[in-house]
């Protein structure tokens, strides 16, 4: 018990120094894989939304529907879709046709 303490008066300043640094470290990634799930998550956004623009009150596309869906799995996976909800709801209920 006393060598740790020992070792520990005598060390605490690198091991203080590699800890900052490694909490340095998380705090960076965290901010960086944060900013990319926001920006992926506006990419799906606006894609949806520009989708449901261009087809809203027509007939829309089998693979348009098909494609959509798949950008709502992925949007709503990164959580609070707030009103992207009821535009998606809008959207499947429009009706279909199957492209030729």
Not at 10 to 18: A, G, P, Q, R, V
Not at 41 to 69: C, H, S, T, W
């Amino acid at each position: 018990m006393a060598q740790v303490v020992k070792f520990l008066k005598e060390n605490w300043l690198w091991m203080f120094s590699f800890f900052t640094f490694m909490g340095g470290i998380f705090v960076y990634l965290y901010v960086q894989v944060r900013a990319l799930k926001l920006g992926v998550q506006a990419l799906l956004r606006a894609q949806m939304i520009d989708i449901y623009d261009r087809y809203k009150g027509e007939v829309v596309p089998l693979n348009m529907k098909d494609n959509f869906e798949n950008l709502w799995v992925q949007y709503e996976k990164l959580g609070k879709n707030g009103v992207m909800s009821s535009i998606h709801a809008e959207f499947m209920a429009l009706p279909t046709k199957v492209m030729d």
